[in-house]
Each structure stands twice: as structure tokens, then as C-alpha cells.
């Protein structure tokens, strides 16, 4: 947008801004791998009666398990484009937070996996839409 050689406060910044290769690889494994992670949370919220007795323990029926599992697909390959990675990392760092608590209050097993995934994707939102 603006060039390193602009000699304005903008250009300024710009310089400041701007994000090393390694580090930009090191987040595009990190999406490939929320990515994958999520598709496959997502495919077997759909594959049958895997998450069944989860689900009806919260009460919502199972119209939220797959609404849930079909948000976390459609996140999981938004997360891979530019453009919308910070956007599909916010929404599945929500279902995360969603996670944890339901983990915590109606499900009763520790959240373990949910916490690591809340991490991923809050870095990947914070990381993208800081700099994209």
C-alpha cells in the first residue's frame, strides 16, 4: 500500500509493520493445521451418532449439532484465504470459547483440546488481522 521509502508517518509505520517470512510461514502452518482440525471436528459432528449423548446432554437438540459442525467446516476453509482468515479464526475462537464453557458446566470433562484450538485461533485472528 504505502512504500518502505515513503518518507511520510505512514510510511513510516509501514516499515515498522512489516512481517518477516518466517513468521508468515509459521502462521499459514498454523491455519493449515486449525484448518484441518476443524474440518475434521466439523465432519464428525455430521458423521452420525459419534457426538450424540454431548449434544443432548445441552439440551439444544440436534439441529445444533449440525449447524455447529457445518460452522466449523465452512470456517475451517475460509481460514485458508487472505482475506477472510481473521474473520473465520474470530468466529471459530468463539465456538471455542462457546466450548469451553459447556465443557465446563453441562458436559463435565476437562477441556483440554478446546483450550489449545481457543489459542490457535485467537493467534491466527490476532496475527491476521493485524496484518493482512
Do not use: C
Not at 13 to 37: H, I, P, V
Not at 92 to 107: G, N, Y
Amino acid at each position: 500500500m504505502f512504500d518502505v521509502s515513503d518518507n511520510s508517518v505512514i510510511g513510516f509505520y509501514a516499515q515498522q509493520r512489516r512481517r518477516s517470512k518466517a513468521l508468515n510461514m509459521t502462521f499459514e502452518l498454523l491455519q493449515f493445521l486449525a484448518a484441518a482440525a476443524f474440518l475434521i471436528a466439523g465432519a464428525t459432528k455430521h458423521a452420525g451418532p459419534i457426538n450424540l449423548a454431548n449434544f443432548e446432554k445441552i439440551g439444544l437438540g440436534q439441529w445444533f449439532r449440525y449447524f455447529i459442525g457445518g460452522l466449523e467446516m465452512i470456517s475451517a476453509i475460509l481460514i485458508m484465504a487472505p482475506r477472510t482468515a481473521a474473520l473465520a479464526a474470530t468466529v471459530l475462537a468463539a465456538i471455542m470459547i462457546a466450548a469451553i464453557a459447556t465443557h465446563l458446566f453441562i458436559i463435565g470433562p476437562p477441556p483440554i483440546s478446546a483450550i489449545v484450538l481457543l489459542v490457535l485461533t485467537a493467534a491466527i485472528a490476532w496475527y491476521r488481522g493485524i496484518y493482512e
